[in-house]
Every structure is written in C-alpha cells, then in structure tokens.
C-alpha cells in the first residue's frame, strides 16, 4: 500500500505541474521543440490506430488518461477522440486533426524541459523517437480513431491475391503469402514426410508415430497412384480420430480450467474431479461443436433436463479452489470464488484482463469495475460449501454428483432387487413368528435390564426412544403412545424389535436377517466405491452482489444484477439473465471475441505462438494481429457466422484444426534461412516452420512412448508418478505420496495427480503450472535441472531400459542396426553415418565399463517397476540402457520441429 501511495503521490504532482491538464496563466510560454523532419520512405504510408497509436497510447498515457475515472488526471482522457479534442481548461488542444504543430500532445512529447514532457520521466513510461514520430503523423493524417479491432464484428475478408500461385493450398496460404511477398520474402520449402508426421502427431494427439504409422504413411507418400497431398490428407483425419487427441486437447484445456485434484489452500486437501477431466476428454474425441461445449460446461445445470453427462460438464465452476482454513471467513471466500470465475471467463472466452476491473475500473479497456460485478452477479447463485477447519478437511466439497459405471449400476440393481425379496421373505417370516412379551400385562420394572430388553418388547419401548442407534422413523412412533398408535405403526414397531434386538428363539428370523445384513455390506462397499464429482447447483435465490469498493468483499457499494459489458454486445432479450443466457451469448454471432480467441488459441496449439501473441488480452495491452485479416477470416470459418444452416462446420474445432493442417504454411520446413532471419527474426510472418520444446506432459509421454511402456488406457482415476514417499515432508506431515503400480505407473501425463500447492516436481522443472488460476499459456524455459530431471528421474531412467529391451528383443540382430532401430524409435528418421559412429563410439564405452562393474550395471538395469527381462544379459542390458538414456535426452526428441 505505502509503494501504491508513493506513486499515486508522484503522479499527481507531475501531473499538477502540465499546462495541457490544469490551465496555466496566460503569459507562460511553453518551449516548443522544433518538429519537421524528413521522413523516412517508409513512414509515407498511412499510420493505422489499431496497429500503430492505440499500443502506444494504451502503454503510456491511458494510465493517466484513460477509461478509468478515478484515476484520470486533469480530466483528459484519451482513449476517445470526442473528449480528446476538447479544449483543455487552459484553453490549448490536446489534439487538432491535421494539424500536429498545433496540438498541445504533440508539443508535450517533444518537450525539451523534462518538468514538462509527456509521459512524465518518473512515471518510466517514455515514448521513444519512433514513437513521438508516429503521433505526429497521424495526427497530421487526421488523427482518426478507430474500435479497438477485437470489439469490431469479425468480417470474412477475401483472401488476397499472390505471385506464387502454386504454393498456396488452401485460403489460410494466401493471407500468409501474401505478407511474405510484401516484405520480400518467399515461404520455406515443404519440410520432408517424416519432419511432417512426427509433428503433426505431436500437434493433434501429444504423442510421436509409432514406427508401424512411420512406414504406413512413407508408402502412401511415394506411392504413384496417388499423391502426397492424399496421403497427407488421410494422415491427418486418422490423427483427428484417434482417442489420444482428445487427451491432447483435454491438457490443453485442463490448464484453462484450472484442473486440479486437491483444492488448492492450506490443507490442500484431495478432492474428486476426474470425472469432469473424462468428460473433457469425450467431447473433444466426440469432437463436440464448441458452443456446445461452452453451455454445458458454465451452465450444464442449467439445460432443460439436465442429463448426468450434462451435471458433470458443469464442474467447470467447481474448479476453483477451496480454502478449508481454520477460521476464514466463508462469506469472503464465496467472493473469491466467484471472482475466480468471473476472470476466467474473461481469460478463456473473452481474451480480457477481466481481473483488472475488481478493484477499479480497467485502465486500459472499456471495462468498468461495475462491468466486472455484473458479469461477476452471474457466478452468485452457486451452492458452495459453507465449512472450514477440521470439518472440512478432506470430506467431499458438496453438491457432488455419484456417477457409477456400468458394472456397478449392474451390481447395485441386482443386490437391490435380491434385498427387496429377502426383505419381503423377512417380513412375511415376522408376521408368522409367534411372539409373547413376558412383560405382557405386567407392570415394567422401575429399571429396565440389558437382558430384559433383549426379551421384551414392553421394556425396550421405554429405552429405544433415547437410544441414537435406532432409526429415526422408529424413534417418532415410540413417541406416540400405546393407545393412539395405529396398525402400520404397531407393525413396524415389532418388526423392528424382532429383527433388530430380540435375543430369544429365532432361527428362522436369524437366518433371512443374516442375508439382508450381507446384501447391505455389498451394497454400501459398491455406493462407497461409487465415484463423484464436484457439480454445479443453483440456489433457489442467488446470494445478492454487489461492486465491492477496491475489491473488499465487506465494502459493498452499490447492488448489481447480471450483465454483460457495455463496450460488448449487448445481452438478447431472449437469453435468461443466469449462467445459461451468459454462455449462450458468449458463443452468439453478435459477441466478437469469443470465435477470435478460440480460433487464435488453435493456432497456437499448431504453430507454437498465436496470431495475437497474447492469448489472454486481446486488449489495448495485448499483442496486435500478426495477420488480422486471416484472424477474421479463421473466426468467421470457425463460428459459422456467414455459412449456410446445412453446413457442418460451425464451431467446429476439428474442421478448423485440419484445415490448419492442410495449408502448405503448416508444412513448411523449420530451417530457417539467412534471409528470414533478418526480413522476420521473430517469424511473426511465419517464413518457416516453428521449432520449440514439448511440454512437460509430452515430454514424459514420449519417453515412454518410444520405450513401449506408455499405456494407452484412456480416462480414469489420477495415478501417482514415481517420488519418494518423503516428498512431502515438511510441506504437510498428513501427506502421502504412494507411487501407483502396474499399468497406472505408465499412464499419460494429462492423468498425473496434481497437488496445487506442491506440483510433481518432474512438470514443475518442464514449466507446468499449479493451476490455481486459469493460465492461457505455459512459459518455456531451459535450465540445468530440466536436464538433470531426464537423465536421472525413475521414468526417464526406466523409459531407457523399456527401450533397450525393445531393441535388443524386437530389433535387428547386428550392432548397427539395432543402433539404427533404437535413433528411429526415438526421432523417425535413420541417423546419419556420423551419428551413428558416434553412438558405435559410445555404446562400446558402456559395455566396456558395465562388464567391469556388475553391480552398478545390476542397478541400473532394475531401475522401475517394469520387469526386467532375465533372458538378456545384465551388463549389456546395462550399457543399451546408458545408450538409449542419451537418445531420449536429444534435443530433437524433446522439441517439435
């Protein structure tokens, strides 16, 4: 707070200290720094407001003079050109089209007197030359403002004309080709098939080719009754089909969602929501239209009729986390909830910075801060689980939903049927039993026995009214009395006496008795191992919301209703004020974000970077559109906003996907050429191929992919990887970490428990996020560690020996094959003469060295719980394991080229 005070402070008195934001008296003459100048030949052109002033002004001045109120300075906004050319109170023009010599901005940005230049030099915001220069010109060029293009209609623009005809394959290569040739660039040559299919796999399902796929394709590709497009074309929808990309997609999303399996504070206690994780991964391999898939997940609970998969899909909201503390407020901590939710919206959907708007209006974008808590006013009426401390620990956060297999719905109904006849058999056995109370006609005894009980019904009665033990419904009819009762309640009354507590002769009784109790241990120990998943429930009357003054939860200001932003579309009358018309108009033909964002969130999944680089802020502080037009033209295809009512491809993830694929800018080689590396250092123009490092998941999958270890079972609970039982030590003592056995040691990333507040360290070091928030984009890192983690990690270690036993058992039986079979497993490709010598070099040091110290090679060699195969000898097995360890840590193993 002291810091945030010091600034506000500083600004202010700069601020006091500009003529263009207080009127200054009149003979005060400001020093004018001449501003005509030659310009460059490329500064002819007409300077745009969305590409070239609005970063500029957004970055430097609409902190000060932007759209939010309370911290604007001298009541100059910026951000609007009507308020932007009004005389200040000095009388001076901020700004006057055409004319820049004569605009007070301009003047201020030239200012050679530090006390009044703009920005102020403390605010650390200065404008470089570049940037004065552009200002000046567009305000010679008019100083036209323009919508911020994300808020603009998507427009499906007509793919340019292009020199190079013969390159292009679909429309995507003519927006791409067209702004290479602009800048005198030419598009790589199409990198070879087995570059191609490595990366396509890795794109649409996480995972490299099998070999088996490698040679399949390389057939197709050659074959001369056909082409390579075909053949890349039935690739490709052979990739869109298999059940490892919806776990592809499904990580993808899981980070965006925020998946975790433990509630995120303090305890951290473990909660269920693979069922969710499993539904994701359906629907993407259902391939699901995403609008769909947007209800069902914010406001499945709120469909008509709701269907079980519908309920679960809604545990989208539920993926917040949860603070069990001792002594929180739950009030307060229902606001962060909802807070959570409101900002990934806006992060997954919108592409806005939503959560600068909760403390105060957003400084940068049209979002007001009461914007913010009408779109927050939508998340108020979820049930949330008022209890913290002791109680909370651990125990299932409610409203849950019970989803069991199919197996035990089978099992359930078959022991419940068979209960309901033995419960029949039973009763008609006690109606038959013949019964008499000792006690009948006596008086009870002032004290009532253990023993007496157990032979008197008379005497029971007296006790069983206090007793916990017995059923309620039981407990209410002792408390009628004797007389006043009526047959139904006499009978049940005898019936559960005769079953429950007599102790005399009762054979028959004892024995049905006996067969309902096991039938009733069978059915609990099913409903017990039943799965749940954290659902969403609407309270019958939604908790009041409010703007929150600076975002304190008890400094409620004035009450709110749901709604979407002004600067937005706004809601259809048609649309419920809930959480089903907000999802329905985040994926409405009048919002202009949501089929942008998705569709740039695509691309990046395919190219490494989006064509907004900023995949979270498609505000004024976020990236410009690299190719805006293809921008439009891809959310256009995608939402089907201009296509016809039979046309399948709206909101299509798969159709955008494969259309991707299909483009020869997809296919390019990642070489990069001298000339692309100076006309596009950064390859924002796309003149090659992109090259970066898998995820942390992929890479983990890889290596056990190409050892043939990787399990290929779908869906299911979280298993835990290989850590130390200790790993939690001194983070909680209550923690325990149990590497799962058999198949589940082997399963993909994606299924991997995530604590939040104590990551798995191998995904941690690979740059994975807790996911106590959304996150639009993992960062790519590369340190030591990350070295040190694939040489050395059990996985990795093992992942060399499962290689090395495929290769000594599968692969050819002369040295250099089998050398040349384990660099194909591991990259497709056969190495090269010099790669293969130095691997001959290399494997020889091993075997050398582990024929010369058994112990270590028995060491490493049952590393893991994967079996070790007793036929093969020990120190070869050893030095193929050290060989095969170097191939899963090439740096071509662990990128997508």
Not at 96 to 112: L, N, T
Not at 318 to 329: A, H, K, S, Y
Request: one cysteine or more; glycine letters at 6%; proline letters at 7%.
């Amino acid at each position: 707070m002291a810091h945030r005070l010091i600034a506000w402070i500083l600004c202010s008195i700069c601020a006091l200290s500009l003529s263009i934001w207080h009127p200054c008296p009149d003979d005060v003459t400001l020093p004018v720094v001449p501003r005509k100048r030659k310009l460059a030949p490329d500064e002819s052109s007409a300077v745009q407001f969305n590409r070239d002033i609005l970063p500029i002004l957004s970055g430097k001045c609409f902190t000060c003079h932007g759209p939010d109120s309370s911290a604007r300075k001298a009541k100059l906004r910026l951000d609007q050109r009507d308020a932007a050319l009004k005389p200040a109170r000095s009388g001076a023009n901020p700004i006057v089209p055409g004319k820049a010599d004569q605009s007070e901005v301009v003047g201020r940005i030239f200012a050679a007197d530090q006390t009044e230049r703009m920005p102020p030099a403390k605010s650390g915001k200065s404008l470089t030359e570049r940037e004065k220069q552009l200002l000046r010109r567009w305000i010679d060029q008019g100083a036209e403002y323009q919508l911020h293009w994300a808020f603009v209609q998507p427009r499906r623009a007509a793919p340019p004309n292009v020199k190079n005809q013969a390159w292009v394959t679909n429309e995507i290569d003519r927006f791409i080709l067209a702004r290479l040739e602009a800048a005198g660039l030419e598009p790589s040559d199409r990198a070879d098939p087995l570059t191609l299919i490595r990366r396509l796999s890795l794109d649409l399902r996480g995972l490299p080719p099998t070999l088996k796929e490698v040679d399949e394709f390389l057939i197709a590709w050659r074959d001369p009754t056909a082409t390579p497009q075909v053949a890349w074309e039935q690739l490709v929808d052979r990739m869109l089909a298999s059940p490892h990309h919806g776990e592809k997609m499904a990580l993808l999303w899981l980070d965006l969602a925020r998946y975790g399996d433990t509630s995120g504070y303090h305890m951290d206690s473990t909660r269920q929501m693979w069922l969710w994780r499993d539904w994701v991964i359906e629907a993407f391999n259902r391939n699901m239209p995403f609008d769909q898939f947007t209800i069902e997940q914010l406001a499945g609970d709120l469909l008509p009729k709701a269907t079980v998969s519908q309920r679960t899909a809604s545990g989208f909201n539920r993926n917040t986390r949860f603070n069990e503390e001792g002594g929180v407020d739950p009030e307060e901590y229902v606001i962060r909830y909802n807070v959570d939710r409101t900002n990934t919206v806006g992060q997954v959907w919108l592409g806005l910075t939503l959560g600068c708007a909760e403390c105060h209006s957003h400084k940068y974008d049209p979002i007001s801060h009461k914007d913010y808590y009408q779109l927050f006013a939508y998340f108020s009426g979820i049930t949330e689980p008022m209890v913290e401390g002791p109680e909370a620990h651990g125990r299932p956060l409610t409203p849950i939903l019970k989803v069991p297999s199919k197996e035990q719905e089978k099992s359930l109904a078959e022991h419940r049927l068979q209960l309901e006849k033995i419960e029949q058999a039973l009763a008609r056995e006690v109606a038959r039993f013949k019964y008499r109370d000792p006690l009948e006609g006596k008086q009870i005894p002032a004290k009532v026995s253990a023993a007496l009980i157990e032979q008197s019904q008379a005497a029971w009665e007296t006790q069983g009214i206090a007793d916990d033990q017995v059923p309620a419904e039981i407990r209410r009819v002792l408390k009628v009395m004797p007389e006043q009762r009526d047959e139904k309640q006499v009978a049940a009354l005898r019936g559960y006496y005769l079953r429950k507590v007599f102790k005399g002769e009762r054979d028959p009784i004892d024995l049905f008795e006996q067969e309902c109790q096991d039938l009733q241990t069978k059915i609990k120990k099913i409903e017990y191992a039943v799965p749940h998943t954290l659902v969403t429930v609407e309270m019958k009357k939604p908790r009041p919301a409010h703007v929150l003054f600076r975002g304190d939860f008890q400094q409620k200001r004035e009450r709110v209703y749901p709604g979407v932003p002004v600067a937005l579309s706004p809601l259809p009358k048609n649309l419920p004020p809930n959480r089903l018309g907000l999802a329905r108009w985040l994926v409405s033909a009048e919002n202009p974000l949501t089929a942008r964002v998705i569709v740039n969130r695509l691309w990046a999944q395919m190219f490494g970077q989006g064509i907004v680089r900023t995949l979270g802020d498609f505000g004024s502080q976020g990236d410009y559109p690299s190719h805006p037009e293809l921008l439009d033209w891809l959310a256009v295809e995608f939402s089907g906003a201009d296509s016809a009512p039979e046309k399948k491809t709206a909101w299509n993830v798969r159709h955008l996907l494969r259309t991707i694929a299909l483009s020869a800018t997809y296919r390019q080689s990642s070489v990069v050429r001298t000339d692309a590396l100076k006309g596009d250092p950064h390859n924002r123009l796309l003149s090659h191929a992109p090259r970066y490092r898998l995820s942390a998941e992929e890479i983990r999958d890889g290596a056990l992919a190409i050892s043939g270890l990787l399990s290929k079972k779908v869906g299911g609970p979280s298993f835990m990887p290989y850590q130390p039982g200790t790993f939690y030590k001194f983070k909680n003592e209550n923690w325990y970490w149990s590497a799962s056995d058999g198949e589940e040691q082997y399963r993909r990333g994606l299924y991997a428990f995530w604590r939040r507040t104590a990551l798995h360290p191998m995904f941690l070091t690979f740059d994975a996020p807790s996911r106590e928030d959304c996150v639009v984009e993992r960062a790519r890192t590369n340190t030591p560690l990350q070295a040190l983690v694939t040489l050395n990690d059990p996985t990795f270690v093992e992942a060399a020996r499962g290689l090395a036993q495929r290769v000594l058992i599968d692969g050819p039986k002369d040295q250099d094959g089998r050398l040349a079979f384990a660099f194909r497993l591991a990259t497709c490709r056969q190495p090269e003469p010099a790669e293969l010598a130095i691997l001959r070099h290399r494997l020889g040091q091993q075997a050398k060295r582990f024929r010369a110290d058994p112990d270590t090679a028995s060491h490493l060699v049952n590393v893991g719980q994967f079996p070790r195969d007793a036929r093969l000898d020990v120190p070869e097995l050893a030095a193929w394991t050290a060989l095969c360890n170097i191939l899963l840590n090439l740096d071509e193993v662990m990128t997508r080229e």
